[in-house]
C-alpha cells in the first residue's frame, strides 16, 4: 500500500443526478474523469475513501436551516453515484453532516492508521467541501493534491477561484493526467 490516499468528496446523487435536489450540470461533467482517477489510483493500490454527505430523516440539523433539505438519509439522494464502483472490502464509505471530511468523523485515525501521508482530492463542491476538507488537511499536515479537472462547484469563476487560494496556500492542484504521471513514477 503507498502512503497516499483518494478522498471522493460527496458524489452522491442529489449533487450529480438531474434530478437531485441539489445537482448542478458541472458534478455530472467531472464523473468521467473521477472515475478514469478512481481506476488509476486502484492501479496504484491507492487507499480509496468515499464520503457521503448525509443528513439523518425528520432530525434537525443546523447546516439545514439556511440551505435546500439535500441528502437525506433513506432517500437515495445521500447515495454514491453509480458510475463510482466502491469495493465493500477495500473502500472506505464515510459519512459526514458538515463540509470537511475531518469535522465529526473518524477520517484523520483511518488514514494515521494506513500511514498515509498525502491526500488526493476530488469531488464537490469546490468552494464548500473540497476547501474545507483541503484546509483541515493542511492543519493536520497532510500533503494535498487536488485534481483540478476532477472538482467542480455551480460556478466555474467560483471554482477557479478556491483551486487558486488552494494552489497557493495549502496544497498543489493538478490535472488528472498530471496525477497520472506522478503516479506512474512512483512520485505519489
Do not use: W
Amino acid at each position: 500500500m503507498t502512503k497516499t490516499a483518494l478522498l471522493i468528496v460527496d458524489m452522491v446523487k442529489d449533487f450529480t443526478d438531474p434530478s437531485g435536489l441539489v445537482f448542478y450540470p458541472q458534478n455530472r461533467e467531472v464523473l468521467p474523469r473521477i472515475k478514469k482517477v478512481l481506476d488509476k489510483c486502484r492501479e496504484h493500490d491507492v487507499l480509496t475513501i468515499f464520503f457521503r454527505h448525509s443528513y439523518r430523516k425528520d432530525k434537525f440539523d443546523q447546516n439545514l436551516v439556511s440551505m435546500r433539505p439535500n441528502c437525506i438519509s433513506g432517500t437515495g439522494g445521500d447515495e454514491i453515484d453509480s458510475m463510482l464502483d466502491v469495493d465493500p472490502v477495500k473502500d472506505y464509505v464515510i459519512k459526514k453532516r458538515r463540509y470537511s471530511g475531518f469535522f465529526g468523523t473518524d477520517l484523520d485515525l483511518i488514514l494515521r492508521e494506513n500511514g498515509i501521508e498525502h491526500l488526493i482530492i476530488v469531488g464537490t463542491k469546490t468552494n464548500c467541501c473540497i476547501r474545507a476538507t483541503v484546509t483541515d488537511a493542511y492543519y493536520l499536515t497532510y500533503k494535498v493534491h487536488v485534481v483540478s479537472d476532477c472538482v467542480a462547484t455551480n460556478d466555474e469563476v467560483v471554482n477557479q477561484v478556491h483551486l487558486t487560494d488552494i494552489r497557493k496556500y495549502f496544497g498543489q492542484v493538478h490535472t488528472s493526467e498530471e496525477l497520472f504521471e506522478m503516479l506512474d513514477k512512483g512520485e505519489l
